[in-house]
C-alpha cells in the first residue's frame, strides 16, 4: 500500500519564505501545490480607491551605504562594494517573482567621477563582472536587461558587456533589470533637448508641439515607466539626480539599512508601506470626494510611460 506523507512547512522569517519559494520555482525542492508567500498584503478597508493594491510597476534602488558597512566592518571600502553586489541577485529575484516589471539600480552616477581613480575601476569592473556571471540567469528566468547612462565614458569592456547583455535579451518578456552607470538625471534630460533641438533643426519637429511624450523619446530607455517606488538605502534623504524625470510622482523610502545588509524582507517591506500610501497624482482621495461626485472626473489621472504612449518625432 502507498504511503501517503504530509509536510508542514513553518516559516520563520520573510527571507525563508522567498528562499524556499525560489528553490520550489527551480525545482530544487518538489512540492504538490506550492503556494507563493503572502507578500503584498491586502489593502485595509477604509483605504481610499486611489491607494495602491498592486505591487509597484517600477521600483528604483539608490545602493548606498558600502562604504559605511566596510568602516563598520574593519573592512576596504572595495570589499563593501563588493559585498554590495552580492545583494542584488536576491532582489531581483525576488521583485521578479512579485510581478514588478522594472528593477533599476543607481550604480555609477555622472557625479561618481569625482570618486578616486581606484574606487572608480573597482565598482566598473564589478558592474561588468556582475552582469557577465548573472547573465545566463537572466536567460534562465526570461529577464530583460537595459543599461540607462551615457555610452561614451566607461570604458569599452564594460561597454560591450553592457550593450551585449541588452542585446542577447532584448527579446525577453519578463521584469526589465536596469543598471544606472553613468547616470545623471540632468545628463539625461539635457542629452534629450539637445536631439529635440536636432530634430526641429533638421524640420522633422514642429517646436511648438513638444510635449512630454516627444521629451521621454529621447530619454535613454524611451519605455521605462515612471518610477514608483524610490528606496534609498543607508538613512540618507535625498535622489542624489536619480531617475529625475521618471521619479516625478515615486513613493520614497528611505530606510536606514546599509545597502550590503539590504534583503528581499527589506524590499517586502518597503513594499508593504508603498501599498498602504494613498496616491493622488494631484487629484483627491476618494475619502474627501463630494458624494455624487464622478470620480473620474475628480481624481487626477497619471501620465507615465507606458510602451503605448510612444510618439514620433514627426508628429
Ligand atoms: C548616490 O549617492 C548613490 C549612487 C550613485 C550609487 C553609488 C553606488 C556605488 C558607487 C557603488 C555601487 C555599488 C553597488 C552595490 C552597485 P552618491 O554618494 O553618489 O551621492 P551623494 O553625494 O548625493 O550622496
Same mark, same amino acid.
Request: hydrophobic share 15%; glycine share 8%.
Given at each position: 500500500m502507498a504511503s501517503r506523507f504530509i509536510c508542514v512547512v513553518v516559516y520563520l522569517s520573510d527571507d525563508d519564505a522567498d528562499r524556499s519559494y525560489r528553490q520550489i520555482q527551480r525545482g530544487l525542492i518538489t512540492v504538490s501545490n506550492p503556494v507563493r508567500p503572502n507578500l503584498v498584503p491586502t /489593502?485595509? !478597508? $477604509?483605504?481610499? @480607491? @486611489? #491607494? &495602491? %493594491? @498592486?505591487? /509597484?510597476r517600477h521600483i528604483g534602488i539608490i545602493m548606498d551605504g558600502n562604504g559605511r558597512w566596510a568602516v563598520r566592518h574593519g573592512l576596504l571600502r572595495r570589499q563593501g562594494h563588493r559585498r554590495g553586489f552580492s545583494r542584488l541577485p536576491a532582489v531581483i529575484d525576488t521583485a521578479a517573482d512579485l510581478g514588478v516589471s522594472w528593477l533599476s539600480f543607481y550604480?555609477?552616477?555622472?557625479? !561618481?567621477? !569625482?570618486?578616486?581613480v581606484a574606487e572608480q575601476c573597482c565598482v566598473l569592473g564589478l558592474i561588468r563582472q556582475f552582469v557577465h556571471t548573472q547573465l545566463p540567469y537572466w536567460q534562465d528566468r526570461g529577464l530583460r536587461f537595459a543599461w540607462s547612462g551615457r555610452r561614451d565614458r566607461v570604458g569599452h569592456q564594460v561597454h560591450d558587456q553592457l550593450v551585449s547583455a541588452e542585446r542577447v535579451t532584448a &527579446? !525577453? #518578456? $519578463?521584469?526589465t533589470v536596469c543598471l544606472c552607470v553613468d547616470y545623471g538625471g540632468h545628463v539625461e534630460l539635457a542629452h534629450a533637448v539637445c536631439e529635440l533641438a536636432r530634430h526641429a533643426a533638421a524640420g522633422r519637429l514642429n517646436p511648438a508641439r513638444i510635449d512630454e511624450k516627444h521629451i521621454r523619446t529621447f530619454l535613454?530607455?524611451? %519605455?521605462m515607466p515612471d518610477v514608483d517606488l524610490l528606496i534609498r538605502t543607508s $538613512?540618507?534623504?535625498?535622489?542624489? &539626480?536619480?531617475l529625475t524625470w521618471q521619479s516625478a510622482y515615486a513613493e520614497m523610502s528611505f530606510p536606514s539599512t546599509l545597502w550590503p545588509d539590504f534583503s528581499p524582507s527589506h524590499l517586502h517591506q518597503a513594499i508593504r508601506e508603498y501599498v498602504d500610501r494613498d496616491r493622488r497624482y494631484g487629484g483627491l482621495s476618494a475619502a474627501v470626494i /463630494?458624494? $455624487?461626485?464622478?470620480k473620474d472626473v475628480v481624481v487626477g489621472t497619471r501620465t507615465s510611460g507606458s510602451r503605448d504612449d510612444e510618439t514620433s518625432v514627426t508628429a
Open positions: /489593502p485595509r !478597508n $477604509g483605504s481610499s @480607491a @486611489a #491607494s &495602491n %493594491d @498592486a505591487p /509597484p550604480c555609477w552616477s555622472t557625479e !561618481n567621477w !569625482n570618486r578616486p &527579446n !525577453n #518578456s $519578463g521584469m535613454y530607455q524611451p %519605455d $538613512g540618507e534623504q535625498r535622489v542624489s &539626480n536619480f /463630494p458624494q $455624487g461626485t464622478t
